[in-house]
Nanobody, 111 residues
């Protein structure tokens, strides 16, 4: 069973940075997802248990996903943030489990 809790969102100006954390018990592929108002939820980045990563084209070069297996935590470092990055960010397994969506954490980027 996997339990996931997101934290670290906030309000930041365009060009700024934030780091999100996901407390993820269990060892599995973990993804960071986001949902902007009026849009479908999308996969932003994912990481394997061994640390291999993949990114959506829209965040490649700006976001970095990493994990610390000793702390059961997956991070999303977000740099050079843009207003279009504004969304609720969620972590989940990859592929996502329908029963594992949490509350998410709001990220708002002002222009």
């Amino acid at each position: 069973q996997v339990q996931l809790v997101e934290s670290g969102g906030g309000l930041v100006q365009a060009g700024g940075s934030l780091r999100l954390s996901c407390a993820a018990s269990g060892s599995s592929f973990i993804g960071w997802y986001r949902q902007a108002p009026g849009k479908q939820r999308e996969l932003v980045a994912r990481i394997s248990p061994g640390g291999s990563t993949n990114y959506a084209n829209s965040v490649k070069g700006r976001f970095t996903i990493s994990r610390d297996n000793t702390k059961n935590t997956v991070y999303l470092q977000m740099n050079s943030l843009k207003p279009e990055d504004t969304a609720v960010y969620y972590c989940n397994t990859y592929p996502a489990r329908t029963d594992a969506w949490g509350q998410g954490t709001q990220v708002t980027v002002s222009s």
